[in-house]
């Protein structure tokens, strides 16, 4: 299978961009099914139980907890407890029972801007507790403050690129070029060892597994369940926890799949802008160099990007370049090396490019994935 533009594929061989892989199987990986995915509850924290600092900013933004415990895109009530008035907001959004109660890709008019809804939309929206300043930001944090730090993670360093290349696993790479949401376009199949080799040799292919990837589970014994294990042990010990981004109980929550990620890339390759919903986020490089660019996603960047698509209603794709050129107006321009730490918050606009072939790995977590 495959996706015209982005891949073809022979008999013999996959061409990824200008990337040509031998012997590789195409695989186009879809989401799993609502029944087959146990992690996710639609349970959602109230506005009584949020900690006293973040409901001062969500007042300040105009949230009431009226508003706040209405459902909105990400977290939603059964279509039947919906009152007459919510059944009207969310059908003229573009809702339908049916894809309401599937939790499948939102309706177009979640991936407008503000200024670009119709005033019927307005209304809706309004309706549903969103105003211009909440729609598309609500959880953005009031100070945009990505940190870089210091993290030492010694079960994780030895595992760099040597590493990667002597496990004997079967793993999905990408085009490392793509300029749209890379999380649903084709994956193909090809050797750990192969692929390390090609990134040597200058590939552009990109091996990024993250979020609900449904090909993770047959690696996760191998590196998954370290990094849940050996990056929450250090994060819980960092710098994170005093300034309070790493709470208290991240500590007792388990961890699933869907709460690590890792990153193999080389020179040039970039996972282009977007953001992502989760609560905590934090990227870790254990080689090479990555230079990443993060832009407030609050009042200041209101209307200026627009949802092009997006991922399960857990991350949104732009279709712009930030990377090249001059620096968007409030951009923050970052550079990591091995060892360096980056919490990124959340629904953060941000883009990445390794500079150098890199390893990376990641630990995530997003409060509705728990029961609260």
Not at 74 to 97: C, N, P
Request: hydrophobic fraction near 35%; charge should be negative; glycine fraction near 6%.
């Amino acid at each position: 299978m495959f996706i015209t533009g982005i891949a073809q594929v022979d008999d013999r061989q996959c061409t990824v961009g200008n990337n040509s892989i031998p012997d590789c199987q195409a695989v186009l990986v879809e989401e799993v099914d609502d029944e087959e995915d146990r992690y996710y509850e639609e349970d959602v924290i109230s506005w009584d139980e949020l900690p006293l600092e973040r409901k001062s900013y969500y007042l300040s933004l105009g949230w009431t907890r009226e508003k706040w415990n209405l459902p909105d895109e990400y977290h939603m009530r059964h279509w039947r407890d919906l009152s007459e008035e919510q059944l009207k907001a969310v059908m003229t959004l573009g809702w339908t029972e049916e894809n309401w109660t599937s939790g499948d890709d939102d309706p177009d008019a979640y991936s407008k801007t503000w200024g670009n809804l119709t005033p019927e939309e307005v209304d809706a929206a309004t309706v549903l507790g969103y105003s211009r300043e909440t729609w598309h930001t609500k959880a953005a944090i009031e100070d945009f403050s990505p940190i870089v730090f210091p993290l030492s993670i010694p079960e994780l360093e030895s595992m760099n690129l040597n590493y990667l290349e002597a496990l004997e696993v079967k793993v999905g790479v990408v085009d490392g070029t793509a300029t749209l949401d890379d999380e649903e376009i084709v994956r193909y199949e090809i050797a750990m060892s192969e692929y390390i080799k090609l990134l040597r040799a200058g590939s552009k292919l990109y091996l990024k597994y993250e979020d609900h990837d449904p090909i993770k589970a047959h690696i996760s014994s191998t590196i998954g369940s370290k990094i849940l294990t050996y990056m929450r042990d250090a994060l819980s010990k960092s710098p994170l926890r005093d300034m309070g981004y790493y709470l208290d109980k991240y500590d007792k929550w388990p961890l699933f799949d869907e709460n690590y990620s890792f990153f193999v890339g080389g020179t040039n390759t970039s996972t282009p802008m977007h953001y992502d919903v989760d609560d905590f986020n934090v990227l870790w490089l254990v080689e090479g160099r990555k230079r990443v660019v993060l832009i407030p996603n609050d009042e200041r960047t209101i209307d200026r990007y627009d949802c092009v698509s997006s991922f399960a209603g857990h991350s949104c794709w732009t279709g712009e370049n930030i990377l090249d050129g001059p620096l968007p107006e409030f951009a923050v321009e970052v550079e990591l090396g091995p060892g360096d730490g980056l919490f990124i918050p959340g629904k953060t606009w941000h883009a990445v490019k390794n500079l150098e072939p890199s390893v990376a790995y990641g630990l995530r977590i997003e409060s509705s994935q728990y029961k609260v």
